[in-house]
Structure formats: structure tokens, C-alpha cells
């Protein structure tokens, strides 16, 4: 999915053309749930799917999600809110856990901007609860317990960005079946050693390069 203001043809609401990416985490956070701008993309996902089960060669019912980072928040978010996904596939996902961000200072991008708020406009962190309770909207483990069939999970212990611990709670609100892939040696990269075999062996149900 090409994702509204992130560098590509689709635009930030119709108002701002080319990348507004910075800042979109935040972005109306300290308003309504409805002002998210996550909300927005969440959306758009949902969307998605409902036009792609609607091409002649798709089987409507039997739809698979699949991303990595803030696409595997999305596959994630897809997977809960459409029931025509009956498979979702994840690669450290993003946007989850904000608490356990706050609580180890992940300050690195993407999480940026949220030290950005603090630091400028709350630098006594007296919003946090609030700032929290809005984020909790957009926190994909609180997708998860919504989600009601297949999902796999790969995870690199060594990320330094989506750490192993915000995924963790992830599956810790899956209420379904679910495979975790663990990988100790990789951390937030490109992960290229047969793990192109592997996703579409868990799409199709295939064995490639696994004998």
C-alpha cells in the first residue's frame, strides 16, 4: 500500500503533496482518538482490501497480509479489522508497545518524534498518561487480540528499532493460533538468507528449501 504523505503519489488528506512523514506518530495524539493520523492509514488499509477482494482472480475469503516494520503493523492492523484475511505475516512490526518505548528511551527513529513532544512542549512528561491512553488507539498490540486467524511473527533479537520486547506484546495479546519466527543473529535489516523461500512457503503451504 502506498501510505498517504510518505514520499509516493498518495497525498497527506488531500492537503499537502510529497513527504510530510515526520511527525505522524504524534500527530493528533494530544486531541481526539478520531484526529489520529494513524487512524487515517488504518483506514486505508481496510480499503485496500476491500478493493483487491474485489478483482476477479483474488479468492475474496482467503486473503494474506504481509509487511515488515510499519508494513508489519499494517498486516497486523488488516488481518484484525478485515475478516477476508485469513493469514497474516509480520516482520518486526512496528507501532507497538508505546509505554515500553517511553520506558527505554527508544529515541531513534521512528520514535523520534514522540521524545520530540516531551522534550519541547511536556519536558516533565505530565501529559504521558494521556499521551498514552491516545496512543493506545494506534498500538497494534491492542489489534492483535482482534485477530482471528493464522499469524506469523519473525523477530531479530538483535533489533535495535522494533525491539524484541515490543513485539513480545504483541504476541503476548494474540488469542489465536500463531508461529514465531525467531532469528538471533539479525537485527533491523534486510533479511535475505532463504527468508524469501520461507514467506511464500507460509503463504502456499509449500516446503521449498526446507528439506
Not at 21 to 47: A, C, E, Q, W
Not at 55 to 83: C, D, I, K
Request: glycine share 8%; with cysteine; aromatic share 12%.
Amino acid at each position: 500500500m502506498d501510505v498517504r504523505g510518505q514520499v509516493d503519489k498518495s497525498v497527506d488528506g488531500n492537503y499537502f503533496k510529497g513527504n510530510t512523514v515526520k511527525g505522524h506518530i504524534v500527530r493528533g495524539m494530544s486531541d481526539t482518538p478520531n484526529d489520529l493520523f494513524f487512524k487515517d492509514i488504518f483506514l486505508d488499509v481496510y480499503r485496500v482490501i476491500e478493493l483487491v477482494s474485489t478483482f476477479y482472480w483474488v479468492g475474496t475469503y482467503n486473503l494474506t497480509t504481509l509487511g515488515a516494520l510499519q508494513g508489519g503493523a499494517l498486516a497486523l492492523v488488516g488481518g484484525a479489522l478485515n475478516n477476508k484475511i485469513k493469514k497474516v505475516i509480520t516482520i518486526y512490526p512496528f507501532l507497538s508497545n508505546f509505554s515500553r518505548v517511553l520506558e527505554l528511551e527508544l529515541s531513534c527513529e521512528p520514535y523520534d518524534e514522540l521524545f520530540r513532544y516531551f522534550k519541547f512542549k511536556d519536558h516533565f512528561y505530565m501529559t504521558e498518561q494521556n499521551i498514552l491512553s491516545s496512543l493506545d488507539y494506534i498500538d497494534v498490540k491492542s489489534f492483535s487480540s482482534l485477530i482471528n486467524d493464522d499469524v506469523k511473527l519473525v523477530t531479530g533479537l538483535r533489533d535495535d528499532i522494533c525491539l524484541p520486547s515490543t513485539q513480545y506484546a504483541i504476541v503476548n495479546h494474540l488469542k489465536i493460533s500463531y508461529e514465531y519466527i525467531i532469528l538471533p543473529e539479525y537485527g533491523h535489516e534486510a533479511i535475505n538468507v532463504f527468508m524469501h523461500d520461507k514467506i511464500m512457503n507460509l503463504i502456499t503451504g509449500d516446503k521449498i528449501g526446507e528439506q
